[in-house]
């Protein structure tokens, strides 16, 4: 028999920041963002001109 009444709890924290928002509380947090990693294009280094490296970018931009 399937118990269809056990609760899900989803939680959220990040969907009201923006990008900017969380890299200013990941560097705050001490995040190391030299070791990540967010390229469409998987180059190593980052391609820079991808949807994604721009992003990163943008929300990075005066916080390193
Ligand atoms: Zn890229």
Not at 39 to 44: M, N, R, V
Not at 47 to 52: L, R, V
Request: charged share 25%; with cysteine.
């Amino acid at each position: 028999m399937v118990n269809t009444k056990k609760r899900i709890h989803v939680y959220a924290p990040f969907l009201g920041f923006s990008k900017k928002d969380i890299a200013r509380l990941g560097a705050s947090l001490g995040v190391p963002f030299e070791k990540t990693y967010s390229c469409y294009e998987g180059t190593i280094p980052p391609c820079g001109e991808c949807a994604t490296c721009k992003q990163r970018q943008e929300a990075l931009e005066g916080i390193l």
